[in-house]
């Protein structure tokens, strides 16, 4: 049986041969230890309490631990997981997608990118805000040239929109790709 090196050794046929090998986990005394890499799996030393378990990585719902008679090592993957959320839009990226959305007009989103006109629907909103916030809701509304995701009145537009923080997020992903 051979045993992993690869702590001393990185010629190219020893990392050749270690890509080959197999996963294994130790436990002793049914506590998992450590990952080892063989090219069979080892024997178990049953008075000594030392068990070995072929190691299987896969995707799904994330996991670690025994599964199956195997030390199961289960990851989300990657490509599944949303794309990031951008940290911010331009006004132009925003008011289309709201009226992509059908929250606002085509001909709304328009006047706002072209001249500052808020969208009367955003500003039936912002008159539901308490009085010290309303001016400075229309000026960022107005005057903003990006929204940012993680800024205050980017939430609180979106509570009073209905929306989730998923919701939120999923705006401005797709806006980003307008």
Known sequence: MHVSTEFFCTSPLTLRRMHNMNEFALYMNGE??????YDEIPADIPHKKVVWYEVVREYGEPFVGLEGGKYVIRKVDPATLPAPVPATISDRQF???????????????EDAVASGVMPAS?????????????????????????????????????????????????????????
């Open 32 to 37: 998992f230890k450590e990952i080892r890499r």
């Open 95 to 109: 008011f289309q997608q709201l009226a992509s959305l059908k929250l606002i007009t085509e001909e709304e989103a």
């Open 122 to 178: 955003i500003a039936t909103l912002v008159e539901m805000l308490p009085e010290d916030h309303r001016h400075p809701a229309r000026m960022l509304i107005k005057g903003a040239t990006v929204f940012e995701r993680g800024h205050a009145m980017t939430e609180t537009i979106a509570q009073l929109y209905g929306f989730t923080s998923e919701q939120v997020d999923d705006l401005f992903r797709e806006a980003s790709k307008l």
